[in-house]
């Protein structure tokens, strides 16, 4: 198997595509580490995944956290080799960050999103570094979205932040590519995840052509008109793009942010 015996480390991995990311790499056979703000959701999926998958609670937007949880992992597994920073998304003050216009967006609503999809991976690579550079190497790959690469008006907060997750990615590669660290970006189009459930709620809301619909239904027509491909990506989708990252066939790639969105970023975000 590509990560046979590999200690990989997934946050924000209870559910969504952290969950998704946790199963790819345990079927390429690797240890894996689940960590989330949701302790027992953490430790339940943990448990799902079997193969001695471990599972803790921590806030990894918080350092002092994420650095106790990666420790822990270090000592239980023995070292670390792979991280991968998901965790990230909404938050209570989810609607205090979305735009249109710009000046509704509160400071507050600004700064969580800035904390839960930037400050999660500057933590989670801060505490994961140390522990890779003694293994002599490995891999990071952060979770960004293609909010970070074209304009994100509807969500402005956390387009900013994915932005900045992506540009930390290429510095931290280039920081530390003499310690045989590689650090790469993936760039998630349009996956049914909670954050899309909100988002889809809000189109409901907004747009009367939509006033009748399911959220789900508003999701699926917004990847028909928005997917060249046609079709939604999955958590998996993103799993086997961070299992190959990670493992030695992706032994020469850092630095990169790579979409997976079925060809979204092509249109420049266009839906038709």
């Not at 448990?47 to 599972?55: I, V, Y």
């Not at 280039?174 to 909100?198: D, K, Q, S, Y």
């Amino acid at each position: 198997m590509q990560l046979k015996d590999t200690v990989a480390i997934v946050t924000g991995g209870a559910r969504g595509i952290g969950a998704g990311i946790a199963r790819r790499f345990v079927a390429a056979g690797a240890r894996v580490a689940v960590i989330d703000i949701d302790g027992p959701e953490a430790e339940a999926t943990a448990a799902a995944l079997g193969g001695g998958a471990l599972g803790l609670g921590a806030d990894v937007a918080d350092e002092r956290q994420a650095h106790a949880a990666v420790d822990r992992v270090a000592a239980h597994f023995g070292g670390v080799d792979a991280v991968v920073n998901n965790a990230g998304g909404g938050g209570p003050n989810s609607l205090a960050a979305v735009g249109n216009p710009f000046t509704n967006i509160t400071q507050d609503g600004w700064d969580e999103q800035i904390a839960i999809n930037l400050r999660t991976t500057f933590a989670g690579s801060k505490a994961a570094i140390p522990h890779l550079t003694r293994r002599g190497g490995g891999s990071i790959v952060n979770i960004a979205s293609i909010a970070g690469l074209l304009p994100a008006v509807p969500i402005p907060a956390y387009g900013a932040a994915k932005a900045g997750v992506i540009s930390l990615t290429k510095s931290l590669a280039l920081e530390l590519a003499t310690h045989g660290i590689r650090v790469n970006a993936i760039c998630p189009g349009f996956l049914w995840t909670r954050a899309w459930e909100m988002l889809a709620t809000l189109l409901k809301m907004s747009e009367a052509q939509y006033a009748d619909w399911e959220p789900r239904d508003i999701f699926l027509d917004q990847v028909k008109r928005g997917v060249p491909l046609g079709r939604e990506q999955t958590p998996e989708d993103i799993g086997n793009l961070a299992v190959f990252l990670s493992s030695p066939q992706g032994a020469n790639i850092t630095g990169q942010a790579i979409a997976v969105d079925g060809g979204i970023v092509l249109r420049g975000g266009r839906t038709t």
